[in-house]
Every structure is written in structure tokens, then in C-alpha cells.
């Protein structure tokens, strides 16, 4: 994390197996790593002219692992065989967002009218629309028509059609998501020494993701005088899913001051299972001028699928300034587009692209005392040149060697984002009028790492 990840060329170290496992043939001993430590994420949202804050507070176990195996021969080709297992915390889903804006030009319920206006079943005057919604689009129409937000009329001609107590824009509208979970990798690996000079490693990670988000998105009038007073609805979603994954890397010394990497990640395969609930609630003025209060909660959703993430190429580079310090970088290439999901008609790549990953970092000793800062760039899955969805982080650390046994590590990482969410669409002559909520996030982690070398 201090040397923002650039870790491919140099290895040593047990969370840069995850980047290159060639880096677990430069170990010399057993090794035993535990790390601790809080993070607290940020998120400023700018929706239609007005900004809100939101932030969450988690402490997070990021790593820990063990490293054995020993010296083979110190004559023959073969030098070390290393080996090791553990777990790293490879993403992180703990956050909180909120936007607030008045909407001048639209409301939801004008996507759901959308989506009922083209659907020509309904306009059979004995057509039963409660039952179509119920099994054709149980989690948003149904609902929306079971507590009223869309109602069936008549106009004067005979004509039936739909509409809502809710107005076509001067509403104000609040989208609030809470998050948590995290996706870790257990790691099985092992690496080979030839001549000093030649690092060969692999690993199997076996990979699990849990995540909870619930989202609360409510609406109520800029004008209180009309028949509508709020709505709002909360979607619940969980997600749990095992994968596997391979990885493989060398690194070779071509000479004594620069190091070399290159590391090749297979697709990591997920089986998700997932569960999905939606629950709506509605405040409209009733009979007699009284406030009437229609709630519906939609049946709960399961369904397993598969997903498959991109491959991985990485190149890297290390500088050995002799003893006093080194400098080291990362080239990462992923197709994101290249990720496929077991649904029929999802067109990933037609939504993302191919990016680079670049990472620098650099270390200085001073006697028993590491000093530690690094850079990352993460490309935007949109495509080069995207203003949403790519990553910035620095990173600064120290290390202290109490002895040649145990030393601490104490590092931390900023992360930098911003993204754009549309809460929904509706469209006007083929564009979607609703305007992106934009959201400018920071995440600041601490870590504390505990390393002891084990004696044979």
C-alpha cells in the first residue's frame, strides 16, 4: 500500500503475491504476516445543484499469511522452494452515499408510465394490468401499482390510459446507498530460485465476495398542495459468491541493480448467488382530504449466475540503489469488456473497454527504519479517456526492524474517484433527460503489519 502496489519486480513481501507469485522465491525463511487496520470512506454527491455529504467508519483485516520452505542446493540451478498460504482483502464495499436535489423535469414514476406505454397488452380495455404487472414486473410496475403511484383512468372518449398523483418534475428526490461486504482471496503458492537470478512462481486463489447494499430512494412535492405528499421505495441486495482463479510471474535480475517482472492473471471465475427484495411505500391525499398511507413488499428474488472477470497482463520494473533505497513501477493491462456474465443479452462490451493500470513506488532504508511513498492510476472500465469510474491513489508508509526476527510495517493510502449514477431514465426524443448524480469520493486506510521470520 506505501509503494502503491508496485510490487511486481520486487516481491519479498506476502500481499505481492497477488500481483506476481515469482516474488515468493525471494524469501530466505518462514515468515508469519498479520495486518489490522481502520479505514473511513467519504462520498460528496452533486445532484442538480445541491451537494450532500455521507461517510462510513470500518477496521478492516486486510492480510495475513505464511511462508515456508527452505534452501534446496547451493551449487545446482535450483536454489529456494518456497511456499505459502494465506488471505488478502482484494476490494472493499463498506461505504455510505446520499444525493439530494429538486428535479425540475421529471419524477420516477415517469420511467414506470414510459415502460406502461409500451406495452400494448395494456390497452385492452378488459385487459386485468394488475395481474400482468405481478408476473411480468413484480419489482418495480407491481409495486408502484399496488400502492397506487400508477393508476389505470378513462378519458372521455372511452380511451383507457395511465397515469400518477405524482407531478411530471418539481419533485425533490433523495437516493441514499448503504454498503458493506468485501471480496478476499485465499492464496496457495509456490515459487522457485534458480541461480539467485531467476524468480519462476504460481499460485491458486480462491476467492470469496459477500455484499449487502440496501438503497433508500424517497420523493416528495416542491408544492404541497396537490394530492401527493411522498413515496418512497427500498431495494435490498445481497450478494455471495466463490471463485477460482490462477496466477503465474516470473522475475529476473539481468543485472544487479534492476529487476524485472512480468505476471499473467487467469479470469477469475464467480458462481454468484444473489437475493433481491424491493419494498414501496406511498402518502397520497384520500377521501375526505386524509392522508392515506399504501405500503407493498415484493416477493424476495433468488438466483445464481455466473461471472467472469477480465484477464490480467502486468509488466514491471525495480531500480536497486544498493543498499540505501529503490524505485519500481507497474504496467497493468485489462479488457474489461472482455468479462462475461451467464445472462443472455448482456453486452459487457459494448458498455466497457480496455485500460491500462500504472503503479510507481519507492523505498529508502535508513539503518533499521524504511521510509515508503508510491502513486497508482486505475484506468476508467469505460475506456480511455473517461471522466467516470477511474481510481488515484498515494500511498506513504515506514517500516521498523526491531530485530532480525519481527518488524512492524505502518502504512497509508488515499483513494480518489469520481463516478456517475443515474438514479433512473426517461426519454425525450431518444436522450435521457435525468441528470447524473455525481459523486467525488475519498477513502483514507491505515495498516499496521506485524512480520515474524520463523527459525528452522
Known sequence: MAMGNATGAIGGDFTA???????????RSHEFTFSLGPQYHNCLSDYYGSSEYASRFRVTLPNMGLVGGGQVSNFNPLRYLMFAVGMTRTNDFNYHQTATGLNPNSSMVDSYLQTVNGIDQLFNPSSDPGTYFSENHPYDLNPAWETYLIDRY???????????????GNVWQTDNVTSKGRTEEWTIAAAANYYDKLFIGASLGLTHMKRISTRTYQETPNDPNGSFYDWRLEQELGDTAWGVNFKTGLIYYPTSWLRVGAAWHTRTIYVIGE?????????????????ETHRYLSPVLYQNYEFHTPH???GSLAFILGQRGMISADVEYMDYGSSWFSFDGVDIRGVLKPTYNLRLGTEWRLRQYYLRGGLAYYGSPYGFGEKYGSLKKLGLGFGYAVSQETSWDFAYELTQSTTGFTPYQVYDDGQNIVEDAVRHQWRNKVVVTLKI????
Open 154 to 168: 378513462t378519458d372521455s372518449l372511452g380511451n383507457i390510459y395511465f397515469d400518477s398523483p405524482v407531478p411530471p
Open 453 to 456: 521470520k520463523i527459525k528452522e
Open 312 to 314: 490480467t497482463f502486468i
Open 275 to 291: 437475493q433481491w427484495s424491493t419494498d414501496y411505500q406511498t402518502t397520497l391525499k384520500g377521501s375526505h382530504s386524509q392522508r
Open 17 to 27: 503475491l497477488c500481483i506476481n507469485p515469482a516474488g515468493l522465491g525471494l524469501y
